[in-house]
């Protein structure tokens, strides 16, 4: 199973890693499909970013925690399957189920699901119709494809990975054996990994912004991501390439041994982001344009902590939950579908809860709202999901 992505029966098939399934992926994967819903949560609850009258100023700190690793690191683990797949199953057959497994519920989501979770804004905005919404959707815009995105990106890069096993699979290889070089020293891995983060995003954030996505119809991607999120799919899919008696992802090996180096540079890039994105908001004259010294050194911290916080959660779930049950394994066979459906309960559930005041303290109010939103979208996605799974064929999807 991949991060939102694969079904737990082509997860149990393929391999990245010798001597079997592990484990510590399975709830890696999990934990992020949690931090989606979290970060989808308390979004319209943050202080700088408020849509609610109630806010908590520590919900940006969430919020950047989650935005500048989370969605580098789900390409990565996704990576980590393609090229064991493609080896078992060949890139006809590897497609036609990248098609069913990641196409196919884009195009549902897209075409119905979004749909019917971005009406509840339009209604808190207008009182137009749904059928008349939903028109206008389709055929003029803005398509608003929410967190579903992802899908097809990861499909694109997919096609793309297929390609390359045709026609130079040397390439992903050496980058197996790149990351791989020395297991006994994972510390030239990370930095390397740090070093081309910062490479290919830099640049791409100074040209496009921050802000700026690339969108036709209900595809989108953020610009000055999308290098980023091509080489952390291209490592997971280089690590996923290498077979050996020993691999960098073992629970006993350097890599998870030296959580505490990963840990370190985790903190100390998140703290030079929060205080670039404090700098920005309290001192800059106009914090919606801001000097492009700043700027670079944002991009720098940003592409910092993403590849510090990517080899960090592997490392921690592979030194510390990678044995025996985990509370995250119930989650594991509906973690797809509860990424495909949250969106819809999410919103809806956000416009219930608009302008109501649950406590005399604003902050208060925010976080309990924040709470109620994901505990019944989790809830809620989760009963859907285990409902849609009983339908013949739907399993094979979600």
């Given at each position: 199973?991949?991060?939102?992505?694969?079904?737990?029966?082509?997860?149990?098939?393929?391999?990245?890693?010798?001597?079997?399934?592990?484990?510590?992926?399975?709830?890696?994967?999990?934990?992020?499909?949690?931090?989606?819903?979290?970060?989808?949560?308390?979004?319209?609850?943050?202080?700088?970013?408020?849509?609610?009258?109630?806010?908590?100023?520590?919900?940006?700190?969430?919020?950047?925690?989650?935005?500048?690793?989370?969605?580098?690191?789900?390409?990565?683990?996704?990576?980590?399957?393609?090229?064991?797949?493609?080896?078992?199953?060949?890139?006809?057959?590897?497609?036609?189920?990248?098609?069913?497994?990641?196409?196919l519920?884009?195009?549902?989501?897209?075409v119905?699901?979004?749909?019917?979770?971005?009406?509840?804004?339009e209604?808190?905005?207008?009182?137009?119709?749904?059928?008349?919404?939903?028109?206008?959707?389709?055929?003029?815009?803005?398509?608003?494809?929410?967190?579903?995105?992802?899908?097809?990106?990861?499909?694109?890069?997919?096609?793309?990975?297929?390609?390359?096993?045709?026609?130079?699979?040397?390439?992903?290889?050496?980058?197996?054996?790149?990351?791989?070089?020395?297991?006994?020293?994972?510390?030239?891995?990370?930095?390397?990994?740090?070093?081309?983060?910062?490479?290919?995003?830099?640049?791409?954030?100074?040209?496009?912004?921050?802000?700026?996505?690339?969108?036709?119809g209900?595809?989108?991607?953020?610009?000055?991501?999308?290098?980023?999120?091509?080489?952390?799919?291209?490592?997971?899919?280089?690590?996923?390439?290498?077979?050996?008696?020993?691999?960098?992802?073992?629970?006993?090996?350097?890599?998870?041994?030296?959580?505490?180096?990963?840990?370190?540079?985790?903190i100390?890039?998140?703290?030079?982001?929060?205080?670039?994105?404090?700098?920005?908001?309290?001192?800059?004259?106009?914090?919606?344009?801001?000097?492009?010294?700043?700027?670079?050194?944002?991009?720098?911290?940003?592409?910092?902590?993403?590849?510090?916080?990517?080899?960090?959660?592997?490392?921690?779930?592979?030194?510390?939950?990678?044995?025996?049950?985990?509370?995250?394994?119930?989650?594991?066979?509906?973690?797809?579908?509860?990424?495909?459906?949250?969106?819809?309960?999410?919103?809806?559930?956000?416009?219930?809860?608009?302008?109501v005041?649950?406590?005399?303290i604003?902050?208060?109010?925010?976080?309990?709202?924040?709470?109620?939103?994901?505990?019944?979208?989790?809830?809620?996605s989760?009963?859907?999901?285990?409902?849609?799974?009983?339908?013949?064929?739907?399993?094979?999807?979600?």
């Amino acid at each position: 199973m991949t991060v939102a992505v694969t079904s737990a029966e082509e997860a149990t098939e393929t391999r990245p890693i010798a001597g079997g399934r592990n484990a510590a992926l399975d709830r890696a994967r999990t934990f992020i499909i949690l931090l989606v819903l979290i970060h989808h949560s308390v979004i319209p609850y943050t202080y700088y970013g408020r849509i609610d009258r109630q806010s908590f100023l520590g919900f940006d700190a969430v919020v950047t925690f989650n935005d500048s690793f989370f969605m580098a690191a789900m390409f990565l683990l996704s990576g980590l399957f393609t090229w064991p797949s493609l080896q078992r199953r060949g890139v006809s057959d590897f497609l036609r189920g990248r098609w069913l497994r990641l196409g196919l519920p884009f195009a549902i989501g897209a075409v119905f699901l979004m749909p019917s979770a971005y009406y509840a804004i339009e209604l808190r905005n207008s009182g137009t119709g749904f059928g008349a919404f939903w028109w206008k959707t389709v055929t003029v815009g803005p398509w608003e494809s929410g967190p579903i995105w992802f899908l097809a990106v990861l499909l694109a890069f997919d096609m793309l990975a297929a390609a390359v096993f045709r026609v130079a699979p040397g390439c992903v290889e050496a980058i197996g054996r790149l990351v791989t070089a020395s297991l006994d020293r994972p510390a030239y891995a990370f930095w390397t990994f740090l070093a081309a983060s910062v490479v290919v995003y830099v640049p791409m954030d100074h040209y496009f912004g921050i802000g700026r996505w690339f969108t036709l119809g209900p595809l989108a991607i953020q610009a000055a991501r999308v290098f980023l999120y091509l080489l952390y799919f291209f490592v997971g899919v280089g690590i996923g390439s290498v077979r050996s008696d020993r691999s960098l992802l073992s629970s006993d090996g350097e890599f998870a041994r030296r959580w505490p180096i990963w840990l370190a540079v985790t903190i100390v890039s998140y703290v030079g982001l929060i205080a670039m994105i404090y700098y920005k908001r309290e001192y800059l004259p106009d914090p919606n344009n801001p000097p492009q010294g700043w700027d670079a050194v944002h991009a720098f911290f940003f592409a910092s902590f993403s590849a510090a916080q990517t080899v960090n959660l592997l490392a921690l779930f592979l030194k510390f939950d990678s044995r025996g049950s985990s509370i995250l394994d119930p989650l594991r066979e509906n973690s797809f579908g509860i990424f495909l459906i949250h969106y819809v309960p999410l919103l809806w559930l956000q416009y219930a809860l608009f302008g109501v005041t649950l406590a005399p303290i604003p902050q208060v109010t925010a976080i309990l709202k924040a709470l109620i939103v994901f505990a019944l979208t989790l809830a809620i996605s989760w009963a859907v999901t285990e409902a849609l799974r009983k339908i013949p064929g739907v399993a094979r999807v979600l």
